[in-house]
């Protein structure tokens, strides 16, 4: 089934719709969930609520790309349940990590607290545009979908001192390219 016929499924109120996306992306859901939350049982309650979240969100929406749409739903509940669990000091997941290492990127302050995020969002889609595929495959499985650096490079068939050393070179590319378009 093609993903206009899911989003089909969806507007006709099809209960379908929701076994039909799980068996599709269920478990793209829950790897994104889990390289968040580090926790195999969270990552299920999370694909659940993706599930959830779908079967509210569409419609209205009807997303241009189901793939991005589904990543980007999944993200946001697991970085939201991830905070709810900082807040009970319980922890886990790549998240952190992550999160420090594009922190020497961005500033002290969060990037919600210095600009419009569409701004950014533009932006970063033109920053990823200026790197190579190999070195922006490297940044998006690690900065997107939060996998940890000997994952990356064992799906990319590289070293550990490769990805590391790329992502090292990638986020100051990244901070200058912020300083020149003024974001920092």
């Known amino acids: 089934m093609d993903d206009q016929n899911l989003i089909a499924l969806y507007f006709a109120r099809d209960e379908k719709a929701s076994a039909e996306t799980y068996r599709r992306f269920g478990g793209y ?3 994104i969930a889990h390289n968040i939350l ?3 049982e969270d990552a299920e309650e999370c694909v659940n609520d993706v599930l959830i979240r779908l079967w509210n969100r569409i419609p209205p929406s009807k997303p241009d790309n189901l793939y991005g749409f589904i990543a980007t ?3 946001n509940l697991a970085r939201n349940r991830r905070e ?3 807040a009970l000091k319980r922890g886990g997941g790549e998240t ?3 999160l420090d290492e594009l922190r020497d990127c961005t500033g002290p302050d969060t990037v919600e607290q210095q600009i419009d995020r569409n701004e950014l969002a533009e932006t970063l889609d033109g920053f990823l545009g ?3 595929p190999d070195h922006r495959k490297i940044f998006l499985q690690r900065y997107w979908y939060f996998c940890p650096v000997d994952e990356i490079a064992e799906n990319l068939g590289l070293t550990r ?4 050393v790329t992502l090292m070179r990638t986020r100051k590319k990244l901070r200058n390219y912020l300083e ?4 920092l």
């Open 38 to 40: 580090g926790n195999r």
């Open 84 to 86: 709810s669990e900082r």
């Open 130 to 132: 200026t790197l190579k």
């Open 96 to 98: 952190t990590l992550v």
């Open 73 to 75: 739903v999944t993200r």
């Open 29 to 31: 859901c829950f790897k």
């Open 161 to 164: 001192s490769k990805v590391t």
């Open 180 to 183: 020149e378009e003024g974001f």
